[in-house]
């Protein structure tokens, strides 16, 4: 009697696996077969080089204000140097400038450095007095929290002191005052 059980099919068994037999070539194969064309990978990154160029020309910062150190006036002491700094600058933008901090820095003809921050506006006029050389640089004061009205150029006046003798001041390499504003770049004047 055939068994009756098992319906009769004619599907082959299907093959087993060879794993020896696998060709390393597929997996070592060469970039080229990998790399996009290099003609698509170099118009890729031109178009890409473009845009960021593109990005960085429109959005490259344009200036706040522009300047420069017109007068510098040293009033020598013991050890140390009063100096007054006459400065000119024009705020360039269509918003008040709020000037944060006023500063200076000197190097010296030996490298050192040496910084001070301006002198109150309150006390300009009592050094302009005690050391009348100073007013060789006079301007108006320039101070903290100033407000500067948009399209302004003025003739400002800061006083430092820096513990230098006045040989090693006038001999020095460079004097550089920083203008910091609120919500601006820093002004930076170098002599």
């Given at each position: 009697?055939p068994?009756e059980s ?21 997996e ?23 845009a960021a ?12 204000t522009?300047?420069?150190?017109t ?7 013991d ?53 009348p ?13 100033l ?17 230098v003798?006045?040989?090693?001041f ?22």
């Amino acid at each position: 009697m055939p068994d009756e059980s098992k319906p009769a099919t004619n599907v082959p068994p299907a093959p087993e696996p060879n794993f020896g037999q696998s060709h390393m070539g597929d997996e070592f194969d060469r970039a080229k077969f990998t790399m996009p064309p290099v003609r698509a990978l170099l118009i890729g990154l031109g178009i890409v080089a473009l845009a960021a160029i593109i990005f960085a020309i429109y959005d490259w910062p344009q200036p706040n204000t522009k300047g420069f150190i017109t007068k510098v006036a040293v009033a020598p002491q013991d050890e140390n140097v009063l100096v007054a700094v006459q400065l000119e600058f024009q705020n360039l933008i269509k918003d008040k400038l709020w000037i944060k901090g006023i500063k200076a820095e000197i190097e010296t003809a030996d490298g050192k450095k040496y910084s001070d921050t301006s002198a109150p506006a309150v006390d300009m006029d009592r050094y302009l007095k005690g050391f009348p050389v100073l007013t060789e640089a006079q301007g108006e004061p320039l101070h903290e929290d100033l407000k500067i009205a948009p399209g302004n150029a003025n003739t400002w006046m800061t006083i430092y002191a820096f513990p230098v003798n006045k040989e090693a001041f006038d001999a020095r390499k460079s004097l550089t005052v920083t203008i910091s504003f609120a919500d601006q770049r820093a002004l930076v004047l170098k002599e």
